[in-house]
């Protein structure tokens, strides 16, 4: 074999090498971001049943507020 084709071989392994540790970095990354995304959808999921119960509460005040006017009402 030549030199020139020792420095080509040399080259490839290296840009295999260059490309298999991008691939690991960008799975790693991967992985990092799913769990990320995985707690803020379960952050969002708990916000959203709270802000659903806060507003079932409020309906039902209002609703008890406008019965007890209409009792008042109806009493005069």
Not at 17 to 38: D, M, P, S, V
């Amino acid at each position: 074999m030549g030199d020139l084709q020792i420095k080509f071989l040399i080259l490839i392994v290296l840009v295999f090498l260059i490309t298999a540790g991008f691939c690991i970095l960008i799975w790693q990354q991967t992985k990092r971001f799913e769990k990320k995304a995985l707690l803020a959808k379960q952050r969002q999921k708990e916000y959203e049943k709270e802000l659903r119960l806060k507003m079932q509460a409020e309906k039902r005040s209002r609703q008890e507020k406008i019965a007890s006017m209409e009792e008042d009402t109806k009493e005069a």
